[in-house]
């Protein structure tokens, strides 16, 4: 079964694969309507699952069109539509759905229902965000900053702010895409210790940019922090707004990335997010093709 639950968890390989195959499919569609069927029909026949227990703008559309363009069908699910919210477990509603889809993609809180997910399920389960990573957005991400910039192999890519689950996914892609990261945030957001190994913490953001081919921020409270929590995050957060004296600091030619949604002139401002070295929209959409090349790769299609 091929999942695609992280990105320590898929062999370097097949990643670099995944990002040719997306550019690839990217480049053959140019041009057409967006609900066009790419002429081979790679999904025809396949019954896809959006799972959301959260909210999600660009994961949900952008699977949901990514299935129809390869000539598959989807169903959306709420987390608060199925019995997994009244108690079935998890790995029962896996076992229960894999009898009636090809593919799950899951969006959840904790961790461990993503894995129960994938231990259960008898299709591939794909991760569209859990409190801990997300890690298609880091391939999209690593997609359009080659598209933009070239090979990430070897960059500096710095992240300011919160050392989040978006965070966590860009550590696990910078050993696998052997580019160097550097965390910039204040103590108490360090990532989490698991991590540790993977990217140095420079605690001074100008200092921290120096040199830096990739600038990326996220929200400072994401969806699992409680909102109780939002003052002292923002207190603890402000000093690393990527603002355009940050911009400033890092290479020329820097990028800069935010998986969104943003608040606006809180993590970055507005001019930064869209100013000339900004690319947020063409990460956002990445997504789709990047998507499209992970279902197909555990579909094996
Ligand atoms: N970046 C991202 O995953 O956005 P959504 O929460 O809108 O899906
Ligand atoms: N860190 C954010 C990312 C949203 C796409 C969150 O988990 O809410």
Same mark, same amino acid.
């Given at each position: 079964?091929?999942?695609? %639950?992280?990105?320590?968890?898929?062999?370097?390989?097949?990643?670099?694969?995944?990002?040719?195959?997306?550019?690839?499919? &990217?480049?053959? *569609?140019?041009?057409? #309507? &967006?609900?066009?069927?790419?002429?081979?029909?790679?999904?025809?026949?396949? !019954?896809?699952?959006?799972?959301?227990? &959260?909210?999600?703008? *660009?994961?949900?559309?952008?699977?949901?069109?990514?299935?129809?363009?390869?000539?598959? +069908?989807? /169903?959306?699910?709420?987390? =608060?539509?199925?019995?997994?919210?009244?108690?079935? =477990?998890?790995?029962?509603?896996?076992?229960?759905?894999?009898?009636?889809?090809?593919?799950? /993609?899951?969006?959840?809180?904790?961790?461990?229902?993503?894995?129960?997910?994938? +231990?259960?399920?008898?299709? #591939?389960?794909?991760?569209?965000?859990?409190?801990? =990573?997300?890690?298609?957005?880091? !391939?999209?991400?690593?997609? =359009?900053?080659?598209?933009?910039?070239?090979?990430?192999?070897?960059?500096?890519?710095?992240?300011?702010?919160?050392?989040?689950?978006?965070?966590?996914?860009?550590?696990?892609?910078?050993?696998?895409?052997?580019?160097?990261?550097?965390?910039?945030?204040?103590?108490?957001?360090?990532?989490? #210790?698991?991590?540790?190994?993977?990217?140095?913490?420079?605690?001074?953001?100008?200092?921290?940019?120096?040199?830096?081919?990739?600038?990326?921020?996220?929200?400072?409270?994401? !969806?699992?922090? #409680?909102?109780?929590?939002?003052?002292?995050?923002?207190? $603890? @957060?402000?000093?690393?707004?990527?603002?355009?004296? @940050?911009?400033?600091?890092?290479?020329?030619?820097?990028?800069?990335?935010?998986?969104?949604?943003?608040?606006?002139?809180?993590?970055?401002?507005?001019?930064?997010?869209?100013?000339?070295?900004?690319?947020?929209?063409?990460?956002?959409?990445?997504? %789709?093709?990047? $998507?499209?090349?992970? /279902?197909?790769?555990?579909?094996?299609?």
């Amino acid at each position: 079964m091929t999942h695609f %639950l992280d990105i320590d968890q898929t062999p370097q390989s097949q990643l670099r694969h995944i990002i040719s195959h997306a550019q690839e499919m &990217k480049t053959a *569609r140019a041009g057409q #309507p &967006k609900g066009a069927i790419d002429h081979d029909r790679p999904l025809a026949g396949h !019954m896809v699952a959006l799972i959301f227990e &959260k909210p999600s703008t *660009r994961t949900r559309v952008s699977f949901d069109v990514g299935v129809r363009q390869m000539g598959g +069908e989807t /169903m959306v699910i709420s987390g =608060t539509d199925m019995q997994l919210g009244h108690g079935e =477990t998890i790995a029962d509603t896996a076992r229960v759905l894999s009898r009636y889809v090809d593919l799950i /993609m899951i969006r959840t809180f904790e961790e461990q229902t993503l894995l129960d997910m994938a +231990e259960y399920a008898t299709v #591939p389960v794909i991760n569209g965000l859990t409190n801990r =990573t997300h890690p298609c957005q880091i !391939m999209a991400d690593i997609m =359009t900053f080659e598209e933009h910039n070239g090979p990430i192999a070897g960059k500096k890519v710095v992240w300011s702010g919160d050392g989040n689950n978006v965070f966590a996914s860009f550590a696990h892609a910078a050993k696998q895409f052997d580019f160097d990261l550097v965390f910039t945030g204040p103590e108490p957001l360090d990532p989490e #210790p698991d991590l540790k190994g993977l990217y140095t913490t420079v605690r001074d953001p100008m200092q921290a940019v120096q040199g830096a081919d990739l600038i990326v921020t996220d929200t400072w409270v994401s !969806m699992h922090d #409680p909102q109780s929590a939002r003052e002292r995050r923002h207190n $603890q @957060l402000r000093g690393y707004q990527v603002n355009d004296a @940050l911009m400033a600091g890092a290479n020329p030619d820097a990028l800069f990335m935010h998986c969104l949604p943003a608040h606006r002139d809180d993590e970055a401002t507005s001019s930064v997010m869209d100013g000339p070295q900004s690319v947020i929209f063409d990460e956002a959409e990445n997504r %789709l093709h990047v $998507q499209k090349a992970i /279902m197909r790769h555990c579909l094996g299609v």
